[in-house]
T-cell receptor, first 113, second 119 residues
Framework: AQSVTQLGSHVSVSEGALVLLRCNYS??????LFWYVQYPNQGLQLLLK??????LVKGINGFEAEFKKSETSFHLTKPSAHMSDAAEYFC???????????FGAGTRLAVHP | DADVTQTPRNRITKTGKRIMLECSQT?????MYWYRQDPGLGLRLIYY???????NKGEISDGYSVSRQAQAKFSLSLESAIPNQTALYFC??????????????????FGPGTRLTVL
């Protein structure tokens, strides 16, 4: 069975600081991994995805994530936070070709001046 | 225009009422999904459909039913709403397998959500 753990339900950073949102997964098969972002009062938007190609995945808005099989991790980073990055971020794992996503509980990112 | 739309966007109802949430998509995708979002729990899958004749239960289907009226429409019903069904509900779509590109078929596209309150 697949599962996702996001460490830290709330993360707060200063504008311009590094953003690091943690995600660890459990999967009995090679996983597909995703990061989604949810802005206030909106649906989820895909930031980036890992589908067994390059382990360092670049996404939209300057975000990237690195797949580390040995650590079962897929942490999301951005070198310099912007006020517009304030949102909730969800890590998700998909089982093979079944298209069913298992989501983590989410991490709410606050960016302060 | 949005590719995945949900109606209504907000709904307040009373315990015991029947409620239907509707989802429509113009992406031409075969697969559709219903999720609910609760604070601290992320999104959980209620039902999913891989085509018009295929309906499957997700991890939390009790108290819900669905109807896939056409490729583009997937409705979620609460036959007798209860307060713990108060949540944010999302519809999503994805291509079937194989997709137009090998990397695209597994991405899900989400609607804007329906906020349901059951009093």
């Amino acid at each position: 069975a697949q599962s996702v753990t996001q460490l830290g339900s709330h993360v707060s950073v200063s504008e311009g600081a590094l953003v690091l949102l943690r995600c660890n997964y459990s999967s009995s098969v090679p996983p597909y991994l995703f990061w989604y972002v949810q802005y206030p009062n909106q649906g989820l938007q895909l930031l980036l995805k890992y589908t067994s190609a390059a382990t360092l995945v670049k996404g939209i808005n300057g975000f990237e994530a690195e797949f580390k099989k040995s650590e079962t991790s897929f942490h999301l980073t951005k070198p310099s936070a912007h006020m517009s990055d304030a949102a909730e971020y969800f890590c998700a794992v998909m089982a093979g070709g079944y298209n069913k996503l298992i989501f983590g509980a989410g991490t709410r990112l606050a960016v302060h001046p | 225009d949005a590719d995945v739309t949900q109606t209504p966007r907000n709904r307040i109802t009373k315990t015991g009422k029947r409620i239907m949430l509707e989802c429509s998509q113009t992406k031409g995708h075969d697969r559709m999904y219903w999720y609910r979002q609760d604070p601290g729990l992320g999104l959980r899958l209620i039902y999913y459909s891989f085509d018009v004749k295929d309906i499957n239960k997700g991890e939390i289907s009790d108290g819900y039913s669905v109807s896939r009226q056409a490729q583009a429409k997937f409705s979620l019903s609460l036959e007798s709403a209860i307060p713990n069904q108060t949540a944010l509900y999302f519809c999503a779509t994805s291509e079937g397998f194989p997709g137009r590109t090998s990397a695209s078929y597994n991405e899900q596209f989400f609607g804007p959500g329906t906020r349901l309150t059951v009093l």
